[in-house]
């Protein structure tokens, strides 16, 4: 498998020159078993959830490998027929552009579709002479301090593409697996497989912000949702839906994947 992987990657990569001017490809995908210990009253019991990374020839998208829309049917008291549909997954997506310097973030509050496009995060990574074979893939150590938290990580030197889960990129190869010094984050390499040539390409549908203001739009709908979604009706000619949320009926978020950082 992995004599096949790296031989496909290597031949794209010699032509990369001539695609230059269109669209990336995704050519692998990596799996990993994303954890993240949200509430600390409740250590045993972290946030999981399946995530992929496309990853192309010079960009690479993080997202959710369970996302999709599934329809739940059920019968009113009435009689009638009601289906409801829910989101299965985390609706963020992150672009990574290396060349570029752009990350761009697609995520979502309720039915509201948000893009926010920022400069790539710097890292300063120190790469360590530790070596290690995850699923056949010769990864090398390397750790850095991001968002208050400090990371260790193993990068495929083999896969050349500076990209990686979430916002972790920058290292000389694809980001295989990473986890926080108190394994609150984890980002579990789960295997790696072909794409089938998925195009990587940033939406551009959604309301442009920045991420100061999605956290506090974030806040709003926690706080109030009703709130929220009367605030995004403004300015529409369809007034806000009536919801049944309750404020605060979310699950326990104490411990964010990005912290404050401390002196």
Request: glycine share 10%; proline share 6%; charged share 25%.
């Amino acid at each position: 498998m992995k004599g096949i992987l790296l031989s496909m990657l290597g031949i794209a990569l010699c032509v990369s020159g001539a695609w230059a001017q269109q669209p990336d490809v995704s050519l692998l995908t990596v799996h990993y078993k994303f954890e993240h210990v949200r509430d600390t009253n409740n250590r045993d019991k972290p946030y999981t959830e399946h995530m992929v990374l496309l990853v192309g020839q010079r960009s690479g998208v993080y997202k959710s490998g369970e996302g999709g829309l599934q329809e739940q049917v059920s019968t009113n008291p009435d009689g009638t027929t009601r289906r409801d549909t829910r989101r299965l997954g985390s609706p963020a997506e992150y672009y990574q552009y290396p060349n570029e310097k752009r990350l761009v973030r697609k995520d979502m509050i309720f039915q509201s579709e948000f893009l926010i496009t920022d400069v790539l995060p710097v890292m300063d990574w120190r790469i360590k002479g530790d070596t290690a074979n995850l699923g056949g893939l010769h990864c090398q150590k390397a750790t850095t301090h991001f968002k208050g938290r400090d990371y260790t990580a193993w990068f495929c030197p083999d896969v050349v593409v500076r990209v990686g889960p979430w916002k972790l990129n920058g290292l000389p190869g694809v980001i295989i697996e990473a986890h926080d010094s108190r394994n609150e984050v984890r980002f579990i390499f789960d295997g790696i497989t072909k794409s089938g040539a998925t195009s990587i390409l940033a939406p551009t549908k959604g309301v442009k912000t920045s991420e100061k203001e999605f956290d506090r739009l974030l806040e709003t709908w926690h706080k109030d949702p009703q709130a929220f979604l009367n605030g995004m009706a403004q300015g529409s000619d369809r007034p806000a839906p009536k919801i049944d949320v309750k404020p605060g009926s979310g699950a326990v978020i104490n411990n964010p994947i990005e912290l404050p950082e401390t002196k």
